[in-house]
């Protein structure tokens, strides 16, 4: 996975943290959980906000 992987990422984030309201994540928790997913392999000098705010968006999408 890669950053711009959004809807990958975010269920991958669904399934690694079930009980986790994704409206209430702080981007440095959401930057530090997509990089300890087992399947993403980008670097992480290639992430800013709006790649975050695309992840947070698409797994709060995932989650309702």
């Not at 950053?3 to 928790?29: C, G, K, M, S, Y």
């Not at 992480?44 to 790649?51: D, L, N, S, T, Y």
């Amino acid at each position: 996975m890669k950053w711009t992987d959004t809807q990958e990422i975010a269920i991958a984030l669904t399934e690694a943290h079930p009980d986790v309201d994704p409206e209430r994540v702080r981007f440095t928790d959401l930057y530090n959980w997509v990089l300890a997913l087992p399947d993403f392999s980008d670097d992480p000098k290639r992430c800013g906000e709006k790649i975050l705010e695309a992840i947070q968006t698409a797994w709060i999408e995932e989650a309702d």
